[in-house]
């Protein structure tokens, strides 16, 4: 068989890495040097490569994350009050593989964001789909989703993406279908996908965020008695202030 239609039927079967895995090996001088198996392995090893590239350039697109974060980049000397170990634990993302979740609390400006979508990017990188959501705008979605007749769709993909996080809960009361919709997606998820919740309310009164106290007591058993808490404390100044201070300091030299 002919080199070159070689490398045009591996396009056609959709393997381009691979066919230009192959156009490299044919501009090689010492190529004849190469076995068989060791050319074949170069070629699908670029393949695997490349479609894994892919999967998670996708997954990152559709996580929508607020911020570009990972778990490596955390600074434990900002006086958070940060767990390390717990941490380190949670960066083998085993608590996904459990179907566990994590709740997220503290004062504006510790870092709730931020922290979560670190998780969310390690999330991604170890392969599980993820979307990020700020709840306000969510529960908005959720109601437009209601009028348009999509409402069982958006159900359906919440109930089969790994991981959701669900950033700036408690800025507005959840009205009581709100709360429905709410107990719905957390019922389908516990004990099969894992939720990260982000909040400036303390756990203690999460319940207050919404206005039904019977959908309330639901949600939150869902919510708080399978999850990791991460109560982080106020720092003398906001990871915002430092990051802006940060850049100016930069923009400076």
């Known amino acids: 068989m002919l080199r070159y239609p070689l490398v045009d039927q591996l396009k056609s079967l959709r393997l381009h890495s691979m066919a230009g895995c192959l156009e490299e090996q044919m501009n090689m001088k010492d190529i004849v040097n190469y076995s068989f198996d060791d050319r074949l392995g170069m070629m699908v090893d670029r393949e695997v490569m490349s479609r894994s590239n892919r999967q998670l350039t996708r997954r990152l697109n559709k996580a929508k994350f607020k911020v570009n974060a990972s778990m490596e980049d955390i600074d434990y000397k900002a006086g958070r009050g940060f767990d390390r170990s717990l941490m380190m634990g949670l960066a083998s993302c085993r ?102 919740v982000a909040s400036q309310i303390p756990p203690g009164k999460l319940h207050e965020t919404i206005r039904d106290p019977t959908i309330a007591d639901a949600v939150m058993d869902r919510l708080i008695h399978n999850s990791y808490r991460i109560d982080l404390d106020g720092a003398e100044d906001s990871m915002r202030k430092r990051a802006a201070d940060l850049t100016k300091e930069k923009d400076n030299n």
């Open 95 to 196: 608590w996904i593989h459990e179907h566990r979740g994590i709740l997220i609390t503290g004062p504006t400006g510790t870092g709730k964001t931020w922290i979560a979508c670190a998780l969310g990017h390690k999330a991604c990188l170890e392969g599980y789909s993820t979307i990020y959501k700020r709840l306000p705008n969510f529960l908005r979605e959720i109601d437009a989703a209601r009028e348009m007749g999509t409402y069982d769709k958006l159900m359906t993909t919440c109930s089969k993406t790994d991981l959701i996080i669900l950033d700036d809960w408690g800025l507005e009361k959840m009205n009581q279908r709100q709360g429905l919709s709410l107990l719905e997606i957390l019922e389908d998820r516990y004990d099969l996908r894992s939720t990260i």
